[in-house]
Nanobody, 127 residues
Framework: QLQLVESGGGLVQPGGSLRLSCAASGFTLDDYRIAWFRQAPGKEREGVSCISSSGAITYYADTVKGRFTISRDNTKNTVFLQMNSLKPEDTVVYYC????????????????????WGKGTQVTVSS
């Protein structure tokens, strides 16, 4: 019953933009810290961005800082990832993850700390 579903992926040209959504069902996201991860074939899953349960605190990996923006609308039970200035190396599957916010926020991109995961959405950046 506890489920996260990503959407918004697709094909975009280099320099373009996409907005990913992570919708929760079976629980209310306002009690959860949310993160976006991504994984390319043959590589480890890496952290992209995370946001506190209230939305007051955010963090970005250096690879996306200044290009991506994480936000949440708890009234819609949804978290977003706005991706601008996309590059070919952003061509990976993106996953959202959720956990109750008990650990220090500095741990927010440690993948083992997350309890619930979506199945992912594919982003392809190509001309």
């Amino acid at each position: 019953q506890l489920q996260l579903v990503e959407s918004g992926g697709g094909l975009v040209q280099p320099g373009g933009s996409l907005r990913l959504s992570c919708a929760a069902s079976g629980f209310t996201l306002d009690d959860y810290r949310i993160a976006w991860f991504r994984q390319a074939p043959g590589k480890e899953r890496e952290g992209v961005s995370c946001i506190s349960s209230s939305g007051a605190i955010t963090y970005y990996a250096d690879t996306v800082k200044g290009r991506f923006t994480i936000s949440r609308d708890n009234t819609k039970n949804t978290v977003f990832l706005q991706m601008n200035s996309l590059k070919p190396e952003d061509t990976v599957v993106y996953y959202c993850a959720a956990v109750r916010a008990r650990l220090p926020f500095v741990t927010c991109l440690i993948k083992s700390g997350y309890e619930y995961w979506g199945k992912g959405t594919q982003v392809t950046v190509s001309s």
